[in-house]
């Protein structure tokens, strides 16, 4: 024992430092994101393989936060084009979580509003925009912010902050749809990519209503300028688990229970079963053989 346990911390000149050597692969996602995209995968494979799919159309970026942010977007600029302005209205929404920045209402009609006017020597940048509702855009008019929430001031605080803030989850978002895209391409299949405010543009232009599925139907360039919509209930798909891998279940201090190995009698948590009485529905594994049967509609059989 002793001879190995020199061995192994003996320091030898030519011998490979071997503390700090395992390292993250590039690419690599953390488990959560992981399973998004290798989900989506699973379902754009099902779907080629039973429908003629020719074309994926993907949406990139829910924002183009580039085209936002890096070249100081200038009135003109943002003006010009019905797609950047719809970009930048998008971004803007999500920043402010779809309400009245200064009054906190929702479900009316929101304006993007100058934090410092315009007349004041406010500028375009994002940062100095916000959102409001008809009512507070006029009631502020050209009034600088502090001198219009002069006795908010707790108001004026919390929107000095998020006006500076950028969105979070963008660089979460950023890793996934590199490695979706990139693992679209190995089907090989012509992928064509838009972003978000091209998929509401094209939606609005429809006259279609925001939903997830219509807008996944107006992503891209490739969008016809008619869309036949022949159904009103997409196919709704929900991951579910499939059994836990842990081996030993353990309460504070001591293992308590240890789980069997899987398979058991060849079946996994997960498993779609017909049964003979009860019909068909979700097989949840119990160690002592005897499992339960989850129906679509949630009633539980013991089969
Ligand atoms: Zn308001």
């Not at 829910?62 to 600029?77: A, Y």
């Not at 999500?94 to 934090?115: D, R, S, V």
């Not at 090989?188 to 807008?215: C, F, S």
Request: with cysteine.
């Amino acid at each position: 024992r002793v001879v190995r346990r020199h061995r192994r911390c003996r320091k030898t000149r030519y011998r490979q430092a071997r503390f700090n050597n395992r390292k993250r692969a590039d690419g690599w996602l953390a488990p959560s994101l992981k399973h998004r995209v290798e989900t989506t995968l699973t379902w754009v494979n099902r779907l080629i393989s039973s429908c003629p799919i020719t074309d994926i159309s993907m949406e990139l970026v829910r924002f183009d936060t580039q085209k936002l942010q890096n070249p100081e977007i200038s009135g003109v600029e943002y003006q010009q084009g019905v797609l950047l302005g719809y970009e930048l209205r998008e971004y803007l929404l999500t920043k402010w979580q779809h309400q009245c920045a200064y009054c906190g209402g929702q479900n009316i009609p929101l304006e993007i509003e100058h934090i410092q006017p315009k007349s004041q020597g406010g500028s375009d940048r994002v940062s100095n925009l916000a959102i409001a509702c008809h009512k507070c855009h006029q009631k502020k008019g050209s009034q600088a912010l502090e001198q219009f929430l002069e006795k908010k001031p707790e108001i004026l605080k919390r929107l000095l902050v998020q006006a500076k803030a950028p969105l979070k989850n963008a660089a979460a978002v950023n890793s996934t749809r590199w490695a979706l895209f990139n693992s679209l391409k190995l089907t090989g299949l012509p992928i064509e990519i838009g972003t978000g405010g091209l998929t509401k543009y094209n939606r609005t232009v429809q006259g279609l209503p925001k939903t997830h599925w219509l807008d996944a139907a107006c992503v891209g360039k490739s969008t016809p300028t008619r869309l036949k919509i022949k159904t009103h209930q997409p196919l709704l798909i929900t991951c579910f688990g499939r059994g836990g891998r842990q081996k030993a279940a353990p309460n504070k201090r001591l293992p308590i229970r240890h789980n069997p190995l899987k398979p058991i009698k060849g079946w996994l948590t997960g498993d779609i079963a017909k049964h003979k009485t009860h019909g068909i529905g979700r097989i949840t594994l119990r160690s002592r053989g005897s499992f339960v049967l989850t129906k679509p509609d949630k009633t539980q059989f013991s089969v």
